[in-house]
């Protein structure tokens, strides 16, 4: 980072911190950066003395181009963003990954236990899409490190593209536009149909599949769909309480599961066995749910009419030509070379209108815990939030204690913390690992050193952060 961006930062951060608390706001992110405390204290659990510094200290990796509302949001902050358009190889994900507190991906980058292991002073994960499935969320949570994404931004834009695809496959439409491309007239209404009265099956009935189908009965169609849980239906769709049930009665089949072991390969040989002859296909959720080379099998006997992915089990790390080949996936060259099959590279939640509002999103989470210790919205950890510090209260600490969710241990903080007023406190678990937060006021230079030590030497504790 150059000097004058360093400055920028520096200035930003200033900026950030003259903004009267209270004062009325017109954005998140403004009446978020009324919020941020004067300064951050013992930001790395595993400093041996403690040292104060400024948000301008945070260091944030972002990867596999996280929209800008992001970047700006954490320039706000005053934080030291290093900012990446792709993933990055593991080696070098792992030597990067070292020394930074906070790191924002999106679904190709994978956070294994071994790299977050590396990460010595990484607090918060931030998932700029849905799926989670790329990061070791319990052992992140072992580690102490919040992970957070965004539920529902891009779901309107995957409901979308699987709407034109229904079309275009019942049309031919690819196949149409590819012939004309390369100068042949191929005029036909052969196997070729209108949408409307046709059955669309829905795998995982959640925030795509639920708008998905709101979107579909608006064109005609009649909606059935399967999921593990009971859901309730949206107009007039159906549950249906089986896959073969789903199978058995749909044109359309498109999947909207997380990446699961029960959802791998959840379509494969005997699924596209149990579908209507000339049913289409489309998965838009995770490359692992279909197996490929078996609906290749199924496309090849005509049982499978035509199919639309835009996920695949191993995604090339960056843009460019050559990278879709059989080098990633052996099936690639016979996918490639059958009629009437749709793909697109995992764009599904790729919109102007989904990145930037994931940006914002997801990056006010990731400062909210960083500048306050405000966990809500995390998936791999307890829930917990308090009032925003007040910046003109003097002597006021807020105490941020990660632990294993052990009995004793609240009798042994608290006791530590009995010296002084605790003037808020609260406390959450979810499974293995515990959190509490604590505001405590009446404490001086000296107090919050002799706490932070006393908190280090509990044999419980996972992470340990004093705001001040
Ligand atoms: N292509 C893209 O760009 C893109 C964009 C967004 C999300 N996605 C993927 O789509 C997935 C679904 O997204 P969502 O927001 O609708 O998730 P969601 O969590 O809201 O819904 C998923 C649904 O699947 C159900 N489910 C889980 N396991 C199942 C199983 N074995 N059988 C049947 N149903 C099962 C769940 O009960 C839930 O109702 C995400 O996990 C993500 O992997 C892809
Ligand atoms: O999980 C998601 O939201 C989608 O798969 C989109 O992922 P992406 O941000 O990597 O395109």
């Known amino acids: 980072m150059s000097a004058l961006d360093m400055n920028n930062l520096q200035n930003s951060f200033q900026q ?115 799926g989670t499935n790329q990061v070791d969320l319990a052992a992140a949570a072992r580690l102490g490190i919040a992970v957070f994404n965004s539920p529902f931004s891009n779901s309107r834009s995957v409901a979308e593209l699987v709407i034109a695809e229904i079309i275009i496959l019942a049309r031919q439409v690819g196949d149409r536009s590819i012939e004309l491309h390369t100068g042949t007239w191929n005029k036909v209404s052969a196997k070729c149909w209108e949408v409307r009265g046709k059955t669309l099956g829905i795998i995982g009935y959640g925030h795509i599949g639920a708008q998905l189908s709101v979107l579909a009965e608006s064109m005609g169609l009649h909606v059935i769909y399967y999921d593990i849980v009971t859901i309730m239906s949206l107009g007039t769709a159906k549950q249906v309480s089986t896959l073969d049930e789903l199978l058995n009665n749909s044109d359309f089949v498109t999947l909207h599961v997380p990446e699961t072991p029960e959802t791998k390969n959840i379509l494969s040989a005997p699924q596209f066995a149990a579908m209507k002859h000339g049913a289409y296909v489309i998965n838009a959720s995770r490359g692992t749910v279909v197996d490929i080379p078996a609906l290749i099998q199924a496309m090849k006997v005509g049982k499978v009419a035509g199919a639309a992915l835009d ?27 059958l009629p009437n099959v749709l793909l697109t590279p995992h764009i599904g939640g790729s919109t102007e209108e989904a990145q930037s509002s994931i940006g914002i999103e997801v990056s006010t989470a990731l400062s909210k815990y960083i500048n306050e210790g405000n966990s809500t919205g995390s998936v ?84 340990i952060r004093l705001l001040y």
């Open 380 to 463: 791999n950890f307890p829930e917990v939030s308090l009032r925003a510090l007040k910046l003109d209260q003097e002597n006021t600490v807020r105490v941020l204690y990660i632990h294993k969710n052990v009995p004793g241990v609240l009798k042994t903080v608290n006791n530590i913390l009995s010296d002084h007023n605790i003037e808020k406190q609260f406390s959450d678990s979810n499974g293995e690992i515990a959190y509490l937060m604590a505001d405590i006021s009446s404490v001086n230079q000296d107090d919050i050193k002799l706490i932070y030590d006393q908190l280090n030497e509990t044999t419980e504790k996972i992470r």
């Open 16 to 130: 950030a911190l003259n903004v009267s608390p209270g004062a009325v706001s017109t954005s998140p992110t403004q009446s978020f950066m009324n919020t941020i405390p004067k300064r951050l204290e013992n930001f790395n659990s595993n400093q041996k003395a403690l040292k104060p510094f400024s948000t301008g200290d945070i260091k944030i990796l972002l990867l596999e181009n996280v929209n800008q509302t992001a970047i700006d949001i954490f320039k706000n902050q005053g934080y030291q963003v290093d900012f990446y358009k792709s993933s990055l190889p593991e080696a070098e994900l792992a030597e990067k990954i070292k020394d930074v507190h906070a790191i924002g991906i999106r679904s190709k980058t994978q956070l294994t236990e071994k790299i977050l292991q590396q990460a010595k002073n990484l607090v918060v994960v931030g998932c700029f899409c849905i």
């Open 311 to 337: 996920v695949y089990p191993q995604e090339p790390a960056k843009n460019g030509s050559g990278a879709f080949s059989n080098e990633l996936n052996k099936w690639t060259s016979e996918l490639v070379s």
